[in-house]
């Protein structure tokens, strides 16, 4: 739904002679004698016209904002629901998540168990082939017989054979896994799992570096840098970095309706919700009419996703002595033709109570008194002013003398 306010480039509250002004500019800088080159000149033109026919009859006015207001409304509840499918499909991958990692956990538990068990046997069996050659070595240094060649060779062969066979026998294999797989098989296949694989692929080969550069020449080398409930714990928590934050719920938009008395006093308004809940809207700050209030963290709350706020627009109730523009509040003064011609002294309704002015001689209808900081109190810590619009009125009756000085004004003096 195309926003006649924007086209003409005026706020919603804007007044029937800022969108008739707006629309004068507009009108004349998007006029096709002004845009001989531009094709779009006419449809935008067009566009303005359309515009302002709506903006400027109240009847059309209210009729199109009752209408945007819905449109607005099914947006929302639209971009509502599209957010709460995604949590649910979050929620839903979380759950698979968890589920693979206890079980990579309980994989991991049980290799390094089976390892456990491998080098305790590996132990024992050193130990008692430790004691088996002892009596051996010490018959052997009594004799002191001539070592055969072939028979020390082939010894530190078979040993050396034996403790890889004892080393690899209760290796895991979970731990020779590479950084992809392991987080493939917890998170799935998504570019946040992508991501900390690279990071811990990376971090795994500047720790193999490492540790080579570390290890004497001739030792043996370490089998794998990360012990699987390491990998696991870094995994865990590069996830968790390059997880956004949850997203924040869209903010409820209401409205609420103060008074005149209520913007100068400053003293917060209560709104009823449609869940049934009421809050207290503050109006200190200098507010007005059209204003938005946001109040954090006080709106929808859904499953998986940040709190999110209700944003209060403000609407100044009619009044039947003064009129809201911006900060400033306007009044109007009737004054007779003679007062208008001669000036006088007049009284005038201000928020304070009644006041003296003084109408200066000529003064003619629309032709205003500005009173200052009689006004709403403002965002800089003061007030506005308050605007008398003089009107100039006639007698109830008509006055012969009247009448015939204006027909002598108007067709001159005849004898």
């Not at 639209?78 to 998540?97: F, L, N, V």
């Not at 609420?256 to 200190?284: F, H, Y």
Request: charge should be negative; aromatic fraction near 2%; hydrophobic fraction near 35%.
């Amino acid at each position: 739904m195309r926003d006649f306010y924007s086209v003409l480039g005026v706020k919603r509250d804007a007044g029937a002679e800022e969108i008739k002004s707006a629309w004068r500019t507009k009108a004349k800088s998007v006029h096709p004698d002004q845009n001989r080159d531009d094709p779009d000149a006419n449809r935008r033109f067009t566009e303005v016209g359309r515009a302002y026919e709506v903006l400027k009859d109240p009847e059309k006015r209210t009729r199109y904002d009752q209408q945007r207001d819905k449109v607005e409304a099914l947006a929302r509840e639209q971009t509502i629901m599209q957010q709460r499918q995604h949590a649910r499909e979050a929620a839903e991958k979380a759950k698979i998540a968890k589920a693979n990692a206890e079980r990579i956990l309980a994989e991991l538990a049980r290799a390094e168990a089976e390892k456990a068990k491998a080098d305790k046997q590996a132990q024992a069996q050193s130990q008692a082939q430790a004691q088996s050659q002892a009596p051996q070595a010490a018959q052997a240094k009594t004799e002191k017989p001539q070592p055969d060649a072939t028979q020390a060779q082939a010894q530190p062969q078979s040993q050396a054979q034996a403790q890889p066979q004892a080393q690899t026998q209760g290796k895991p294999h979970v731990a020779g896994e590479s950084p992809e797989n392991l987080v493939s098989r917890i998170f799935g296949d998504t570019p946040e799992a992508a991501a900390a694989a690279e990071t811990l692929k990376r971090e795994a080969e500047a720790e193999a570096e490492k540790a080579e550069n570390e290890t004497p020449s001739g030792a043996a080398k370490p089998a794998s840098i990360l012990a699987p409930i390491e990998l696991l714990s870094s995994l865990v928590r590069r996830i968790r970095g390059v997880q956004p934050p949850p997203e924040k719920a869209p903010d409820l938009v209401v409205e609420a309706t103060v008074t005149i008395d209520d913007l100068l006093a400053q003293k917060p308004v209560p709104i009823t919700l449609s869940d049934g809940r009421e809050l207290r809207v503050p109006l200190e700050g200098g507010v007005t009419q059209g204003h938005m209030v946001r109040l954090k963290g006080q709106g929808l709350k859904l499953q998986g996703m940040g709190r999110g706020d209700v944003a209060v627009t403000l609407r100044v109730a009619k009044d039947e002595k003064f009129t809201v523009d911006g900060y400033d509040l306007k009044t109007a003064l009737p004054i007779t033709l003679e007062n208008a011609v001669l000036g006088c002294d007049a009284k005038v309704d201000t928020p304070n109570g009644p006041l003296d002015i003084v109408v200066p001689p000529w003064s003619s209808s629309d032709q205003v008194i500005r009173i200052d900081d009689l006004g709403l109190p403002n965002d800089e810590g003061g007030r506005g002013a308050l605007v008398v619009e003089l009107r100039v009125m006639l007698w109830e009756k008509p006055d012969d003398k009247v009448t015939d000085l204006m027909r002598v004004m108007r067709e001159g003096l005849f004898l």
